[in-house]
T-cell receptor
Framework: EPEVTQTPSHQVTQMGQEVILRCVPI?????FYWYRQILGQKVEFLVS????????KSEIFDDQFSVERPDGSNFTLKIRSTKLEDSAMYFC????????????FGPGTRLLVL | LAKTTQPISMDSYEGQEVNITCSHN???????ITWYQQFPSQGPRFIIQ???TKVTNEVASLFIPADRKSSTLSLPRVSLSDTAVYYC???????????FGTGTRLQVFP
């Protein structure tokens, strides 16, 4: 069964550093998403991406965040200058054209900002 | 997006059927009802989706009454591995984002 993959599984960084989280969505999917989940809290939507542009973003997704699909397979989330409160699990998800409302999530990247 | 309400937690024993009900009084005509499962430190996993009446797959059943103001996820004969958080989400599919609530934490005991 095809699945969304994410790398790295864990990342530790210093406050103020840039991090790039990588995702490989399911190959024939066209819609891509990033969510985050702070420990013990709800899963929160960050951004959605379709046709090489952001289609929707939340208030969390400020100027420190950016997304990119640098090639035909990867989808990345960049945090330009990390803050302590960016520590969370970051989940990538994707959905297909036929069933856009069904999103398939990756295993997540646990980001710890020190 | 319609707001959903579901119990914070439920307990069950192995082999029992578990029914988790979600209320969504403000569901819109175009909204679908989707349930996800999440294990600790893992991404949410799609379980089932429906619009009305009953939907069944290899994992669960979803019951939706005619007024669609609530829905019930039914897990037949749960096992210890079904211990997880279950989220009910309502949306029209044309909306990109999924809005997760706090979910229902199901604990299955031996």
């Amino acid at each position: 069964e095809p699945e969304v993959t994410q790398t790295p599984s864990h990342q530790v960084t210093q406050m103020g550093q840039e991090v790039i989280l990588r995702c490989v969505p399911i190959s024939n999917h066209l819609y891509f998403y990033w969510y985050r989940q702070i420990l013990g809290q709800k899963v929160e939507f960050l951004v959605s991406f379709y046709n090489n542009e952001i289609s929707e973003k939340s208030e969390i997704f400020d100027d420190q965040f950016s997304v990119e699909r640098p090639d035909g397979s990867n989808f990345t989330l960049k945090i330009r200058s990390t803050k302590l409160e960016d520590s969370a699990m970051y989940f990538c998800a994707s959905s297909g054209l036929a069933d856009q409302e069904t999103q398939y999530f990756g295993p997540g990247t646990r980001l710890l900002v020190l | 997006l319609a707001k959903t309400t579901q119990p914070i937690s439920m307990d069950s024993y192995e082999g029992q059927e578990v029914n988790i009900t979600c209320s969504h009084n403000n569901i819109a005509t175009n909204d679908y009802i989707t349930w996800y499962q999440q294990f600790p430190s893992q991404g949410p996993r799609f379980i089932i989706q429906g619009y009305k009446t009953k939907v069944t797959n290899e994992v669960a059943s979803l019951f939706i009454p005619a007024d669609r103001k609530s829905s019930t996820l039914s897990l037949p004969r749960v096992s210890l591995s079904d211990t997880a958080v279950y989220y009910c989400l309502v949306g029209d599919g044309g909306t990109d984002k999924l809005i997760f609530g706090t979910g229902t934490r199901l604990q299955v005991f031996p």
